[in-house]
């Protein structure tokens, strides 16, 4: 059997697992991002994550995919602007690996892999018009009409955390002014939890989320702040590209409905009623490793860059 490594590379966790072509996962590693290190620091242990790999593959590699969390550049294949992993700006990861570990390495925004992982395997499966929505250190997303993945000319289509919802709104870390990443990436989140809720200020997000399930108030209203906004934002996507469903996934998107009805909430009271009345909202189903087999998927789909 032929099989691919995936890797998602995240602010603050690394994720890789071994693929079968269609959409399986299996072996699934997970390790602490040495982003502080520096960039080869990061090369090195991406390549020694790959090789852990490859030894428990046991069939034939047929290439290795990575997703980024960024804008990367298709033309020059190197990466634009990392917001959270900044140390990658400018750098040719793909070819930088190829080079330490002797195999084809291709490589995408961590957001297009989620959506590829999911439409492969998950919660889109058979789907042909979604957005897909990563809630995490950012706020990443993904476009696929006719089942297509919407790339724009250099290959950053489907920002979607840094589409402004308001003019005058807070700064967000890209430099312009209210961004949706800006309201519920990480840091808006406990912006507005230092501003509403003072006493969580110190209580980490998966914390957050289970005192949230488990029916905390405050909890739960910091979660629906969240859907609240990003309805906001996805109705006027929903507008331009009428999806067939949306898809929400990342580490803050656990807490289920207490997040997914706020949004539903919202898209029914902003998005046009023959749009809103038809689209499904759908929590991700292959969790934080949508990206992984994603990631895994665009080796068989693209070869080596």
């Given at each position: 059997?032929?099989?691919?490594?995936?890797?998602?590379?995240?602010?603050?966790?690394?994720?890789?697992?071994?693929?079968?072509?269609?959409?399986?996962?299996?072996?699934?590693?997970?390790?602490?991002?040495?982003?502080?290190?520096?960039?080869?620091?990061?090369?090195?242990?991406?390549?020694?994550?790959?090789?852990?790999?490859?030894?428990?593959?046991?069939?034939?590699?047929?290439?290795?995919?990575?997703?980024?969390p960024g804008l990367i550049d298709n033309?020059?294949?190197?990466?634009?602007?990392?917001?959270?992993?900044?140390?990658?700006?400018?750098?040719?990861?793909?070819?930088?690996?190829?080079?330490?570990?002797?195999?084809?390495?291709?490589?995408?925004?961590?957001?297009?892999?989620?959506?590829?992982?999911?439409g492969l395997s998950g919660a889109a499966?058979?789907?042909?018009?979604?957005?897909?929505?990563?809630?995490g250190t950012g706020v990443g997303g993904?476009?696929?009409?006719?089942?297509?993945?919407?790339?724009?000319?250099?290959?950053?289509?489907?920002?979607?955390?840094?589409?402004?919802?308001?003019?005058?709104?807070?700064?967000?870390?890209?430099?312009?002014?209210?961004?949706?990443?800006?309201?519920?990436?990480?840091?808006?989140?406990?912006?507005?939890?230092?501003?509403?809720?003072?006493?969580?200020?110190?209580?980490?997000?998966?914390?957050?989320?289970?005192?949230?399930?488990?029916?905390?108030?405050?909890?739960?209203?910091?979660?629906?702040?969240?859907?609240?906004?990003?309805?906001?934002?996805?109705?006027?996507?929903?507008?331009?590209?009428?999806?067939?469903?949306?898809?929400?996934?990342?580490?803050?998107?656990?807490?289920?409905?207490?997040?997914?009805?706020?949004?539903?909430?919202?898209?029914?009271?902003?998005?046009?009623?023959?749009?809103?009345?038809?689209?499904?909202?759908?929590?991700?189903?292959?969790?934080?490793?949508?990206?992984?087999?994603?990631?895994?998927?665009?080796?068989?789909?693209?070869?080596?860059?």
């Amino acid at each position: 059997m032929a099989v691919t490594i995936g890797i998602d590379l995240g602010g603050s966790r690394i994720k890789g697992g071994i693929i079968e072509q269609d959409g399986t996962l299996r072996n699934s590693m997970m390790a602490k991002t040495r982003i502080s290190f520096g960039y080869d620091a990061l090369v090195t242990q991406l390549a020694e994550l790959i090789e852990q790999l490859r030894f428990c593959a046991k069939d034939r590699l047929e290439g290795i995919g990575i997703g980024i969390p960024g804008l990367i550049d298709n033309n020059s294949f190197k990466v634009i602007n990392s917001q959270n992993i900044d140390i990658l700006d400018g750098h040719a990861v793909a070819s930088d690996l190829t080079r330490k570990t002797g195999l084809p390495v291709v490589m995408s925004n961590d957001a297009d892999c989620m959506a590829i992982g999911e439409g492969l395997s998950g919660a889109a499966k058979d789907v042909k018009h979604y957005i897909a929505v990563t809630l995490g250190t950012g706020v990443g997303g993904a476009i696929v009409s006719n089942g297509v993945l919407i790339q724009g000319v250099n290959g950053g289509g489907g920002e979607i955390g840094h589409m402004s919802i308001d003019m005058n709104g807070p700064e967000c870390s890209c430099g312009a002014l209210g961004c949706l990443e800006a309201y519920i990436g990480r840091e808006g989140i406990r912006h507005y939890v230092k501003a509403s809720y003072p006493k969580l200020v110190d209580t980490s997000l998966k914390k957050l989320c289970e005192m949230a399930i488990k029916g905390n108030e405050s909890a739960a209203n910091i979660y629906w702040h969240i859907g609240h906004y990003l309805g906001i934002g996805l109705a006027s996507l929903v507008n331009i590209f009428n999806p067939q469903i949306i898809v929400v996934g990342g580490g803050i998107a656990g807490a289920g409905d207490l997040l997914l009805k706020p949004l539903e909430n919202e898209l029914k009271l902003r998005a046009l009623n023959s749009y809103a009345e038809n689209i499904e909202v759908r929590a991700a189903e292959l969790g934080n490793w949508a990206g992984v087999v994603g990631a895994g998927s665009l080796a068989w789909k693209n070869g080596a860059r």
